[in-house]
Each structure stands twice: as C-alpha cells, then as structure tokens.
C-alpha cells in the first residue's frame, strides 16, 4: 500500500472541523440542495417499500397474534409468529451476538451501505421530512431565505403548515413504534378508549411523539454525526478495501473550473461544488471518507448530472474501496472478511441448530427435594416428584404423564394440569408403586409426557424403595416356608 498514491494531497484539516459546525462554535444549518438522479429515484421507491414494511407489519397477525412483537417491556417476543419468552434468553443473546458480528462483517466489506439505504434515521429524514421542507418552503435557497426573513404572514402560514405535517408524522411514527412493542390491539385499545385507562400507554405515545419531532424538526443529521454509535465506530469497522461513497481523486484531480473553448488539462472535477451543495451532513466528499458521510448517494447523483452535461463518464463519485481507486481492483475477500466470515458461519450454525431443537412445551420431573419414600397402607410405596411444566406457545395446555417401563399409579395433586400460555406450572405428583415391583433401591423410572394426548418427551428418573427391608421380610418368609417342610 506505500507505493500507492494518498488519497487527500491537500492535506487533512477538513478533520479539525464539522461540516454543522461554524467556526465560532455554532451550529451551522444544513440546507441541501434537493438532489436528483438514478440512486435517488432507487433510493426513494426503496424507502417506500420500507416504510410500508414498517407500518403494514403490525397489522399482519398468524393465529390472532402479531407476525412481529418486540415487546421488550414483559420480555416477550414473536419473530414471523413464533413465540419467545424470557426462557429463551440464551437466544437472544446469541442472537445479539450473531447480529453484531453480522455488523462488523458488513461493514468491512460495504461501509456504512444500511445508513443510506436502511436505518429508520435517514429513511425518514431524506425520504419523508426532507420531501416536505421541499414541498411547503420551496429548494434549498427558498428555505435559507425563510429561515432568516423576518416573520411575515407567509412565513407563518408555510412554517405553521410544516410543524403540523411533521407533528402529524411523528405521533403516526410513535403509533407505529408502539405497535411493534405493545401489538396493534392493545395500541387500539389506547387509542379508543379513554385516557384514564391507559395513562402509561398515552404517555408513552406522546413522548415518542415529542421525540420524533424535535429529532426531525430540529437534532436532524446531528443524530447520525453526534449520537449514532454505530457511526462512530466507522474508523475501526472501516478499512482500505470497504466499499463506500468515494471520490475518484485520480480521475478528478487536479480540479478546476471549465472554461469555454479552452482544451482542458486538469482532471474531470470542475468544482462545480454540486456534490457539496447536495450533501445532507455539510461535507465535501471530495476530501475522503469522512465520519459525517451517511452513505444518501446525493453527491454521486449530482456529480453524474454535472459529467452528463460536460460528457465525461459517470462515476467521478461513485461506490468503491480507495483500493479499488487506486488500484482499478477490487478485493472483497481480505483475511478480515474470511475471519468475521468463519464466525458468522460458527455463529449462525448454532443458532439454527438451537432453533430447530428448541421445544415448544419443556418438562422436567425430578423428585422433591428432601422427600424419602412413603409405605401406603395398600402394599404399595410412593414416591412424591416436582413436575415442572413450561408452555412456550400461545395456547393452554392439557399435560398427562404416564409410566412406561413399571406398572404403577400417578396420583397428580390438585387440578393443575393445564398451563396456560407462554407461562410455567409447577405439579406435584405421586408415583405409587407396588412393594412387590421394587427390586433395588433406586428403580429406574420411565415417563412418558403427553400435551393435548401428543407425546411430546420421554423422562428418566428414579424411584425409592424400601429394598431391604423387603429382602428381610422374604427372609423371614422364606424361613417360614422352610420350617414348615
Ligand atoms: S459534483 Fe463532481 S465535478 Fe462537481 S465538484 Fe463535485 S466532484 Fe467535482
Ligand atoms: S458525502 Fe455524499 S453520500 Fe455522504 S452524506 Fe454527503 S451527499 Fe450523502
């Protein structure tokens, strides 16, 4: 890599400032020009299939329940209608950790590719709430002029008309939110009924509401610069070989304005500065890859425009690793890649595995602590067993136990034998036995577990016995018999 030729000849103190940040300190607000182009209609129907995905899903119920619930509050979730509980907890940590190092791995081969095109931030931001300064206050320029006019009727009317439209959008978004944690009835319930019922549930609503807004309204591109952990950790999770939104410096440079009817010797940048005045985070992409970029794809769209119009090739800034600009290559598989790659493979391994394995309904049986056997009046001992059940599904369920391998009675004490759903029972039982059978002091014991007349799991256990005292009273029996002959 020493050979190769840097990327920033000018220098790097584009890095000592923010591009939302005056020198004085002050935030200095961002006013993107609208961008246009092939990446921004993809972008645009994209966002629109998200948005739908995430406000349609809620609706969608298997069996009377949510398809998806992330209700974090009870610990309660269903993925594609399955039901996870906080007995599944092994699951989700696994899971998270499958998730992070599916992140890593991602990102070291596509960059910050899920900011641009994925995260809920950006959708929103560059899809929905910047349509609408378009829409009610006009381009970039009409919006800056706004902005520092004094207040005049028609600022009034267009400013009042966008705080109502981006209020409006931000109780729907927190209603959305609340149906992915709560599920869409119980979100109906406290839209309907009144307030005093659902203080917790109204208050929620409305501090979602009241975060959306001021985020969207106000925070904007301050949240992917200043809070977004993911990020921050694009230094670490980005290398040379990363695919980002890149500039071709060697291809662009040395820049310099077109002039009319003179033959151009510098490169195929005009500083135009089309690609700066787009930009929704303030930056010039031209300096490199910098920690505000969020991957929008407006600056690619608004350099393609400018290399349309002066009939160059497309692509000045494009997506590519500075490898691939340096070196016309690219190189996916780096040792980095093939290790997040090995765990991830590991990781999702076992992951299906314990999917596949994991049972809906888990019984144990073993006996209460403490307890010896018990001699029955009728011949018979008894031994007294913990039945744990846990019902992992939506429905309540019958249990019934038999014994397999000995003739002997099950006496189960009250009337638990239903669990209801996504909840765990505790039964005790009695296992009675006749003396006769026992032939040691432990007896192997063989149950088999049914739900709803299903067999559903086959239990080892064992069983007490008064073993020696039997083979005494034979004894005496034996001795009986012998003195009678
Ligand atoms: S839009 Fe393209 S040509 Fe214009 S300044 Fe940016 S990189 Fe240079
Ligand atoms: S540099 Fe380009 S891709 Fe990055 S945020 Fe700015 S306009 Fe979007």
């Given at each position: 890599m020493s050979e190769l030729p840097t990327e920033n000849d000018a220098g790097e103190s584009f890095r000592d400032s923010l591009g939302i940040v005056e020198k004085s300190g002050k935030r200095k607000w961002v006013y993107?020009?609208?961008?246009?182009?092939?990446?921004?209609?993809?972008?645009?129907l994209f966002s629109g299939i998200l948005l739908l995905i995430l406000f349609g899903t809620p609706f969608i119920t298997v069996d009377g329940h949510p398809l998806m619930l992330f209700?974090?509050?009870?610990?309660?979730?269903?993925?594609?209608?399955f039901a996870f509980g906080p007995h599944d907890f092994y699951l989700l940590g696994l899971s998270m950790i499958t998730a992070i190092v599916?992140?890593?791995?991602?990102?070291?081969?596509?960059?910050?590719?899920?900011?641009?095109?994925?995260?809920?931030?950006?959708?929103?931001?560059?899809?929905?709430?910047?349509?609408?300064?378009?829409?009610?206050?006009?381009?970039?320029?009409?919006?800056?002029?706004?902005?520092?006019?004094?207040?005049?009727?028609?600022?009034?009317?267009?400013?009042?008309?966008?705080?109502?439209?981006?209020?409006?959008?931000?109780?729907?978004?927190?209603?959305?939110?609340?149906a992915w944690v709560i599920g869409i009835n119980a979100l109906h319930r406290i839209v309907i009924?009144?307030?005093?019922?659902?203080?917790?549930?109204?208050?929620?609503?409305?501090?979602?509401?009241?975060?959306?807004?001021?985020?969207?309204?106000?925070?904007?591109?301050?949240?992917?610069?200043?809070?977004?952990?993911?990020?921050?950790?694009?230094?670490?999770?980005?290398?040379?070989?990363?695919?980002?939104?890149?500039y071709d410096y060697l291809r662009g440079e040395p820049r310099g304005k077109m002039k009319r009817n003179e033959e151009r010797t510098s490169g195929d940048c005009?500083?135009?500065?089309?690609?700066?005045?787009?930009?929704?985070?303030?930056i010039d992409i031209r300096n490199g890859t910098q920690l505000e970029c969020v991957n929008c794809t407006a600056c690619i769209d608004?350099?393609?425009?400018?290399?349309?119009?002066?009939?160059?090739?497309?692509?000045?800034?494009?997506?590519?690793?500075l490898v691939g600009i340096q070196t016309k290559t690219r190189k996916i598989f780096t040792s980095r890649v093939i290790g997040y790659s090995i765990v991830q493979a590991l990781l999702l391994s076992l992951l299906t595995f314990f999917l596949i394995t994991r049972s809906e309904i888990d019984v144990t049986i073993l006996r209460s602590p403490g307890m010896f056997?018990?001699?029955?009046?009728?011949?018979?001992?008894?031994?007294?067993?913990?039945?744990?059940?846990?019902?992992?599904?939506?429905?309540?369920?019958?249990?019934?136990?038999?014994?397999?391998?000995?003739?002997?009675?099950?006496?189960?004490?009250?009337?638990?034998?239903?669990?209801?759903?996504?909840?765990?029972?505790?039964?005790?039982?009695?296992?009675?036995l006749d003396?006769?059978?026992?032939?040691?002091?432990?007896?192997?014991?063989?149950?088999a577990v049914y739900s709803n007349g299903k067999e559903i799991q086959r239990i080892s256990t064992s069983f007490l016995g008064p073993v020696e005292k039997r083979e005494k009273h034979d004894d005496r029996e034996h001795g009986n018999e012998r003195r009678e002959k």
């Open positions: 993107p020009k609208e961008p246009k182009g092939r990446f921004t209609n993809f972008r645009n209700d974090i509050i009870n610990r309660q979730f269903i993925l594609f209608g599916f992140i890593f791995l991602f990102t070291a081969v596509f960059g910050r590719l899920f900011c641009g095109w994925i995260c809920p931030q950006t959708v929103f931001m560059e899809s929905v709430f910047r349509k609408i300064d378009y829409w009610v206050e006009g381009d970039h320029k009409n919006q800056r002029r706004l902005n520092e006019s004094p207040w005049t009727a028609e600022k009034t009317l267009k400013k009042g008309t966008k705080y109502v439209i981006y209020f409006v959008i931000s109780f729907l978004t927190a209603n959305m939110l609340l009924e009144p307030v005093n019922e659902h203080v917790a549930g109204f208050t929620a609503m409305m501090l979602f509401t009241g975060l959306f807004y001021v985020i969207f309204i106000w925070f904007r591109e301050q949240a992917c610069i200043l809070v977004c952990p993911y990020g921050r950790l694009q230094g670490v999770l980005l290398d040379t070989n990363s695919i980002v939104i890149a005009i500083d135009c500065n089309e690609c700066v005045v787009v930009c929704p985070t303030g608004a350099c393609d425009n400018v290399m349309d119009k002066i009939e160059k090739p497309r692509g000045l800034i494009r997506y590519d690793s056997y018990q001699e029955q009046l009728n011949d018979q001992v008894s031994n007294l067993y913990d039945m744990k059940v846990l019902n992992k599904t939506f429905e309540q369920r019958d249990i019934q136990v038999k014994l397999l391998n000995v003739k002997g009675e099950i006496k189960i004490l009250g009337d638990n034998k239903s669990v209801p759903p996504q909840a765990a029972a505790l039964t005790k039982m009695f296992v009675m003396k006769k059978s026992i032939t040691a002091m432990n007896t192997p014991l063989l149950f």
